[in-house]
């Protein structure tokens, strides 16, 4: 059985920063994507980053590149996202998801089959 374990949200002031991980279980990287999206409150999920076990590549949305990181354990079976110089804006659910259906970045969200419970981002103005 796959499991995602989202851990690492809380209450943040802007300007500061967040570490979230995803452990994993009953899922191998090898070939496959790891992405984390988040949904504020009344609004559409959306993808923030995702990383390709396959080249290792790494993608993210134009609305956190340069302050988001996306990096993994890959003994630990957990992904993690650095998240620097937080904005108001970015206070949400994150979830972290994984693909067996690509095994490349990918922001498309059918294209994760197996999904967390999600941690809450909380940033204080």
């Known amino acids: 059985e796959v499991q995602l374990v989202e851990s690492g949200g809380g209450l943040v002031q802007a300007g500061g920063s967040l570490r979230l991980s995803c452990a994993v279980s009953?899922?191998?990287?090898?070939?496959?994507?790891i992405g984390w999206f988040r949904q504020a409150p009344g609004k559409e999920r959306e993808a923030v980053s995702c990383i390709s076990f396959s080249d290792g590549s790494t993608h993210y949305a134009d609305s956190v590149k340069g302050r988001f990181t996306i990096s993994s354990d890959n003994a630990k079976n957990t992904v993690y996202l650095q998240m620097n110089s937080l904005k108001p804006e970015d206070a949400a659910v994150y979830y972290c998801a994984a693909s067996t259906r690509t095994r490349w970045v990918s922001f498309l969200d059918y294209e994760y089959d197996y999904w967390g419970q999600g941690t809450q981002v909380t940033v204080s103005s």
């Open positions: 009953g899922f191998t990287f090898d070939d496959r994507s």
